[in-house]
């Protein structure tokens, strides 16, 4: 990689039978020789494994959790659902009104159960 400047090196990995080289600067924490980066990708590598792991191991709850959202009501579903009850609820509380208009005793008036 013929002259560098001072404060990059050259890096070389092989894998596959191919050799690679990279420059790299060196850092005010380590040696600068390339020993103290091959730690740290060692480490690096090492902590992708674990966290791979992790998410193998979570992966079968996530899904359970998703399926299992997907049953859940919406919210407009939920407040849908609550206005139909409470409709249901004063529609009933006024049948004895609807009843007796329909058999011409009185007018038909609208209340809630709270206002009889």
Not at 21 to 27: D, N, V
């Amino acid at each position: 990689m013929g002259n560098n400047p001072p404060d990059l090196k050259v890096y070389t990995t092989k894998a596959d039978g191919n050799t690679k080289q990279s420059l790299y600067r060196a850092t005010s924490s380590g040696g600068g020789d390339g020993g103290d980066i091959m730690y740290r990708i060692g480490r690096l590598e090492e902590d992708v494994k674990e966290i791979k792991s992790v998410l193998n191991r979570l992966e079968p709850y996530l899904i359970r959790i998703d399926e299992k959202l997907k049953h859940i009501p919406t919210t407009i579903q939920l407040v849908i659902m609550i206005i139909t009850i409470f409709s249901i609820a004063i529609g009933i509380a006024n049948l004895p009104n609807i009843i007796n208009a329909v058999k011409g005793k009185s007018e038909i008036s609208v209340t809630s159960p709270g206002n009889k």
